[in-house]
């Protein structure tokens, strides 16, 4: 199985700023198997970008996605009060449902 | 509206069942692979099973297999997840998801609560 591992667990930041967050696959990723999602306290899990760089319908271009092989980055380009979430990366590719990152929590400084 | 809206959810005690329901509405629900995700309070997302547009094959998590039975009916455009012999750490928020061609997933209900406590 693919371990996801992200990083870091926190990352505190102001709005206005530069946001970069890991994802780091035990093993290579295709990159059309990667995924990024956006979840908010008490609500569901919202998709970002899938196959690593592609923005989903209605996902502000301040959000951008890359990388390839075992790293990925989600780069959120200038920090929205609202972009303060916990983000989630997905691999699908080496199993069935895919296994997700444990998680990049960012919140304010 | 495009939208998935799971129930069934509530307090359970341990080694008892329940089942969940994800309705869906809005687009061609037959045509989609179909999966649940869990999340334990304060954790992460785990996947936990997956069901083929036809209902043709089913795939488990380590975690539930022989426990769990994910199923569909496409005629009332509804996802189910039968859960026996539950545990503690069978305790979280279940969210239906739709899947794209195997390759992530688009659309999430809001999610159901399980507790399993005596």
């Known amino acids: 199985e693919i371990v996801l591992t992200q990083s870091p667990g926190t990352l505190s930041l102001s709005s206005g700023e530069r946001a970069t967050l890991s994802c780091r696959a035990s093993?290579?990723?295709?990159?059309?198997?990667l995924a990024w999602y956006q979840q908010k306290p008490g609500q569901a899990p919202r998709l970002l970008i899938y196959?690593?760089?592609s923005r989903a319908t209605g996902i502000p271009d301040r959000f951008s996605g890359s990388g390839s092989g075992t790293d990925f980055t989600l780069t959120i380009s200038r920090l929205e009060p609202e972009d303060f979430a916990v983000y989630y990366c997905?691999?699908?590719?080496?199993?069935?449902?895919?296994?997700f990152g444990q998680g990049t929590k960012v919140d304010i400084k | 509206q495009v939208q998935l809206v799971e129930s069934g959810g509530g307090v359970v005690q341990p080694g008892r069942s329940l089942r969940l329901s994800c309705a869906a509405s809005?687009?061609?629900?037959?045509?989609?692979?179909m999966h649940w995700v869990r999340q334990a309070p304060g954790k992460g997302l785990e996947w936990v099973a997956v069901?083929?547009?036809?209902?043709?094959?089913?795939y488990y998590a380590d975690s539930v297999k022989g426990r769990f039975t994910i199923s569909r009916d496409n005629s009332k455009n509804t996802l189910y997840l039968q859960g026996n012999s539950l545990r503690a750490e069978d305790t979280a928020v279940y969210y239906c998801?739709?899947?794209?061609?195997?390759?992530?997933?688009?659309?999430w209900g809001r999610g159901t609560l399980v507790i399993v406590s005596s």
């Open positions: 093993q290579s990723v295709s990159s059309s198997y």
């Open positions: 998801t739709r899947d794209v061609r195997s390759r992530y997933f688009d659309l």
């Open positions: 997905q691999q699908y590719g080496s199993s069935p449902g895919g296994t």
């Open positions: 196959e690593a760089s």
């Open positions: 809005g687009f061609t629900f037959r045509n989609y692979g």
């Open positions: 069901i083929q547009y036809d209902g043709s094959n089913q």
